[in-house]
């Protein structure tokens, strides 16, 4: 490699404004493992082979169309659903009014985890974090006035997703809309729902075997829709970093080509239809680099099947901004980072994008925020003159040697899963869950610490002065769709229903097409929790296997361990006075499924000196007390994100004093909107923490208040 | 803590939950005053304990204790028994803290009433361990259960700790790659009742038939703690729930030969001394570590030592001869 014939002069300038020091010393190391230089010329990109190529041929990595927005601009999706069918309705077609190009649906956790409304597992659900749908009737209500023969539809659905794709097919052919005109995407990713997401409800063989049966069924009978969004988003917002993303996102995908190919079906017939999901977070450049090394990777790993189909090497994908990266504090800096995130989405050359509202960290967005985080993308896309040019950074010294960076980074991950037989043994390992979840123990150590700045959290904090305008849910959804399905269940066919159902059970035991048979029960007004119980008597349901990281937290402190010295000495000196250290149960009620704070919380309590108990996930109120009581914690901790807290905590209040725990205190931590405080601490809790609580900070107030009753 | 003791004793023997946690707190407390307090309660309650199915169940971290007393347990209370589950967690971390995620993998059992299931950090000495798991063991008892069940990591002593509280102790083991017995502790071989293979499941069934051949042949070459009793080698899922009927069954077959041979009384006689001499030695310990005058010749005392201007033998006596003072 020859040097740059400037590359000395640079040096010594450098090091002259350093006042001696080499410039190396600026070199950053990224999370994922990539230094970064100060400076990248030309020689950094000799010998890589993703460097000049160009878009819309392989490999890719400048795009997967010859022209991209210079000819089209992405499509603008925001994900949306809250509260009945019929809000939801309302609120899409205001937006698609207003600029929103495609339909993105949110389902509420019930149906997601294949409970009905009147279900007892999910009085805290209805409606609250997503659109509650239990029929084809609440379906069609979903779409009413929305034609779906021309709206691209897409479906976040993945435990529940042949009752819900079924709905949405027989919606639409009670619309007259027949099948194969459908467009859309259903997310139907189950791998990463055992590794992030959570909402899995069958063990993984069953569900892969949903997987497959959809990709079956749709490429007969829907070849315009995408059958698999296999997601890296999630993984992002559990904690994952962008090398991470990459490789356990393109894994997913290659284990779901493997399914599909293990039944005989031709790589070309459903390859095309397969698309991905990418999270973008605030490190600007990595990010575009990293959905450039996704697409060319992507092309590598199916190269070896010999797809004839130039389609089936294509990546295209559907980005979403970082919600993780949004905060309570100082909520309309929020706007600015979404903008940011934004620009990294369009300059990587995504298909369609999602962007934030700026209340993220507080509730569902309002209209007023949904309207801002919408026009963040219009403003790009019409005003911003981005769209002319294809792959503007290509070339960039630093863009394409962090892109090859990505590469190689994931790659190196790949080759591993591959070696433990690929990503479904990967998971039943648990190596990948224990990977993020790592990360995000060393970033919640970092930002902590202040070392990685978040304004208004951490740095350039400002005297609160809350949101007002917050989007709540109240019961009375819970109240009309229980109502709903008492209608439904009166009028319908019984008998009809009855053998649909069992027709479902039986093509559950052996090999019938599992969409097929859902269609049909759908058709006849089953439920969407009737489906899932037809099929979970003969697949049962999961129950993940909780591994816990420990002294990561602490380890990210290095050699500044000051902060958490003194807080060994307090559980110490609590201990000796007490006979025993602090002891708190972390819980997760209801479906709420968000278990990125449960965890980083417990693992970096128990590096503190406490000793955690954690609870399974998707607890009653009435379990979560029973395991208080037997061990006898001094507190549990609640982590709710999913709105469930103002129905979740004061049952949980209620069944401890009925088990004779009156003594064990409460604190609620994760996304309770500060309005909602006053109703907790009236409840009976003690604490509250909500987003951007440094651990350190809530760890000595729980001391604190451990103390005082003690005294 | 405020404690009534005529309150815990009828809480207890009425089988109050809440009462029966706080117990065992006090017994895992490290201040005296709590123990003095549990020591005046399990008086009580001597007379009521005793009448169990103890159980012990040991295996490498990872092979599926915790998933088996989900699968066990929920097979046993309905049959109508009352099952309590002592697990005892190592996973203490350098700060001392720990984390307790025994009870997620028993997610059905932790939610059922007919079952008590307490996860204890192990902070402290293995001796207390053993101490505390024992007296909980019999709260349990006097409570109201009738199957206790501990679950114990086998790593360290603590399965040779629990193998003598226990009325039947079973290792769990999995089907490896051909070398079976490599990396096994042949003391724990020595300890069991039974062996299971565990996760005999999916593509890994023939393995672990294998394995139970291997460990049959490894058992062959022990002797055996009872003339009565030749430990079995048995395979079984917790996932799948297969083969837990059969290791019941063989628990169940245990206690009976062994009754009838009077062997259960003795075990359980034995383990008694046991338990107290080994008390005796904790305490011994104790007591010399905390003695003043010890505390204020050791340093010295050692740095002689290791200097060599004092031999050993000659330090030890002087350091035991300061415990004859008063
Ligand atoms: C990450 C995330 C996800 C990830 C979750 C990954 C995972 N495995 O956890 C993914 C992408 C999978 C996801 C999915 C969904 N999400 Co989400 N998600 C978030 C997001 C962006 C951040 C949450 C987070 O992890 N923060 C980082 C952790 C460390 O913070 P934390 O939990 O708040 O904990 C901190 C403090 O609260 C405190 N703390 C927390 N708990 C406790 C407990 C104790 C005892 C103590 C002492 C302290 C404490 O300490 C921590 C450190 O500061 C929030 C919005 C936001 N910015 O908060 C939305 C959010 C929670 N999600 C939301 C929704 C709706 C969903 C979905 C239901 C969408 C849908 N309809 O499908 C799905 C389904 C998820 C499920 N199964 O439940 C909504 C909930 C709406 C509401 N509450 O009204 C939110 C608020 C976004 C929004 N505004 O729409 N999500
Ligand atoms: N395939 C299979 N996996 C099992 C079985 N029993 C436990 N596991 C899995 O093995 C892991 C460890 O189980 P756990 O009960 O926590 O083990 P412990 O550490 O011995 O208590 C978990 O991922 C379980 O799901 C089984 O019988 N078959
Ligand atoms: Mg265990």
Redo the contacts between chains.
């Keep these: 490699m020859t040097d740059h014939p400037q590359k000395q002069k640079w040096t010594d300038l450098a090091t002259k404004q350093l006042k001696g020091k080499s410039p190396d010393t600026l070199d950053w190391m990224t999370p994922e493992g990539i230094r970064v230089k100060p400076l990248y010329t030309a020689e950094d990109l000799e010998g890589m082979e993703h460097v000049n190529t160009l878009p819309g041929i392989a490999p890719f990595v400048r795009g997967p169309m010859a022209t991209m927005y210079s000819g089209r601009p992405w499509t603008i999706r925001q994900y949306a659903g809250f509260s009945t069918a019929r809000e939801s309705n309302e609120f899409y077609r205001k937006n698609l009014a207003a600029g929103q190009k495609g339909l993105s649906v949110a389902f509420d956790l019930a149906t997601h985890r294949g409970y009905d409304s009147d279900h007892p597992r999910v009085v805290g659900d209805i409606g609250k974090a997503g659109v509650a749908v239990d029929s084809v009737e609440d379906m069609k209500i979903l779409f009413d006035k929305i034609p779906l023969d021309e709206m691209s539809v897409s479906m976040t659905m993945n435990g529940a997703v042949l009752p819900i794709l079924a709905g949405y097919i027989v919606a639409a052919e009670e619309q007259g809309v027949p099948q194969e005109k459908l467009t859309g995407t259903i997310q139907n990713d189950i791998l990463k729902e055992y590794l992030t997401r959570n909402t899995y409800i069958y063990p993984p063989t069953p569900s892969m075997r949903i997987v497959s049966d959809i990709i079956g069924y749709c490429s007969k009978h829907m070849p315009k829709y995408n059958t698999v969004s296999i997601s890296g988003y999630h993984m992002m917002e559990a904690g994952a970093n962008s090398v991470l993303q990459t490789a356990f996102t393109l894994a997913d995908g290659l284990e779901y080509v493997k399914a599909a190919l293990a039944t005989g079906m031709d790589i070309d017939v459903f390859a095309p239809r397969l698309s991905f999901f990418f999270g973008i977070g605030m490190n600007f450049f990595m990010d575009i680099a990293m959905l450039r090394a996704a697409r060319f990777l992507w092309h590598e790993l199916i190269k070896p099947f010999n797809p004839k189909n130039v389609q089936s090497l294509m990546l295209r994908t559907h980005c979403q901004t970082s919600g993780w990266s949004l905060t309570q504090q100082d909520p309309y800096n929020n706007i600015i980072r979404t903008t940011l995130e934004c620009m990294s989405a369009v300059l990587g050359g995504t298909q369609s994008l999602h962007t934030n509202s700026f209340d993220e960290a507080v509730g569902l967005p309002t209209n007023f925020s949904a309207r801002i985080a919408r026009n963040t993308q219009i403003l790009v896309q019409e005003e911003s003159q981005v769209c002319h040019v294809v792959d503007p950074l290509g070339g960039s010294y630093y863009v394409e040697a962090l892109t090859d960076g990505i590469i190689s980074g994931a790659r190196k991950i790949i080759t591993e899963i591959q070696a433990l037989g690929g990503m479904a043994k990967a998971i039943e390992t648990g190596m990948p869950k224990l990977r993020i979840e790592e990360s995000a123990a060393r970033k919640q150590a970092r930002i902590d610490q202040g070392l990685d700045v978040i304004v208004g959290v951490n740095k350039y904090k400002i005297e609160e002065k809350p949101l007002e305008d917050v989007r709540e849910v109240t019961d009375a959804v819970r109240v009309e769709q229980v109502e709903r399905l008492k209608e439904l269940k009166a009028k319908r066919n019984a008998v009809e229903v009855q053998k649909a159902l069992e027709h479902i059970t039986r093509c559950a035991e052996g090999d019938g097409n599992l969409l097929e048979a859902s269609i049909l029960a759908i058709r006849a007004r089953a439920t969407v929790g009737e489906v899932s119980d037809a099929m979970e008597k003969v697949f049962g349901r999961f129950?993940?296997?909780?591994?816990?990281i420990?002294?990561v937290y602490?380890s990210e402190y290095g050699n500044n361990t000051a902060v958490?010295d003194a807080l060994?000495k307090r559980?110490?000196d609590f201990?000796?006075k007490?006979?025993?250290?602090p002891r708190i149960l972390m819980t997760k009620m209801g479906q709420d499924g968000h278990d990125r704070g449960v965890k980083v919380v417990?693992?970096a309590?128990?590096?503190?000196?406490?000793?955690?108990?954690?609870?399974?996930?998707f607890?009653?109120p009435e379990?979560t007390a029973?395991?208080a009581?037997?061990?006898?914690v001094h507190l549990v901790g609640v982590s709710s994100l999913a709105a469930g807290h103002k129905t979740l905590v004061p049952q949980l209040i209620a069944a401890l004093k009925a088990?004779?725990?009156d003594d064990i205190k409460v604190v609620v931590g994760g996304v309770i909107p500060p309005a909602d405080y006053e109703f907790l601490f009236e409840a009976g809790a003690v604490g509250v923490f909500g987003p951007g609580t440094s651990i350190i900070d809530s760890a000595n107030q729980t001391l604190n208040v451990l103390e005082k009753k003690h005294g | 803590m405020t404690v009534d003791i005529d309150t815990s004793v009828n809480g207890l023997l009425n089988g109050n939950r809440r009462i029966l946690a706080k117990t065992i707190t006090l017994i895992e407390s490290s201040l005296s005053s709590h123990q003095s307090l549990a020591q005046a309660i399990l008086d009580r309650l001597l007379p009521h304990t005793g009448k169990a199915v103890r159980l012990g169940i040991t295996g490498v971290p990872g092979v599926g204790k915790s998933s088996f007393i989900e699968s066990l347990g929920m097979l046993l209370v309905g049959k109508g028994h009352r099952v309590a589950v002592l697990a005892v967690d190592p996973s203490s971390t350098r700060s001392g803290g720990s984390i307790l995620a025994d009870k997620t993998r028993m997610e059905r059992l932790c939610a059922d009433s007919r079952a008590f299931i307490r996860p204890s950090p192990s902070s402290g000495t293995l001796g207390g361990v053993a101490r505390k798991t024992r007296e909980t063991m019999l709260v349990c008892e006097a409570a109201g259960f009738d199957v206790i069940i501990v679950e114990t990591v086998g790593v360290g002593q603590s399965e040779t700790t629990v193998s003598l509280m226990v009325d039947f102790f079973l290792v769990l083991m999995l089907a490896g790659a051909g070398d079976e017995l490599q990396g096994i502790k042949k003391g724990v071989l020595e300890l069991a009742d039974a062996v299971a293979i565990n996760k005999a499941d999916g593509d890994n069934i023939e393995k672990a038939r294998r394995a139970q051949r291997d460990y049959e042949t490894a058992l062959q070459l022990l002797r055996p703690a009872s003339p009565n009793w030749s430990p079995p080698v048995l395979t079984c899922s917790a996932r799948d729930l297969t083969g837990i009927e059969d290791i019941w069954s063989v628990v169940l077959k245990h206690r009976n030969i062994m009754t009838s041979s009077s062997e259960l009384d003795q075990n359980r006689r034995s383990q008694s001394l046991s338990w107290m001499w080994s008390l005796v030695e904790e305490g011994l310990k104790d007591r010399f570590h905390h003695h003043p005058e010890v505390q204020h010749r050791l340093p010295q005392l050692l740095r002689q030592v290791e200097s060599g201007m004092l031999s050993p033998t000659a330090a030890a006596c002087q350091l035991l001869f300061l415990l004859d003072k008063a």
Excluded at chain 1, 578 to 581: K, T, V
Excluded at chain 1, 629 to 632: H, L, R, S, V
């Design positions: 129950v993940a296997t909780t591994q816990c420990s002294g602490a958490i060994r559980s110490q201990a000796d007490e006979g025993r250290r417990a693992t309590y128990a590096d503190l000196g406490f000793d955690v108990d954690i609870s399974p996930m607890q009653t379990e029973k395991m009581i037997e061990n006898d088990g004779g725990g």
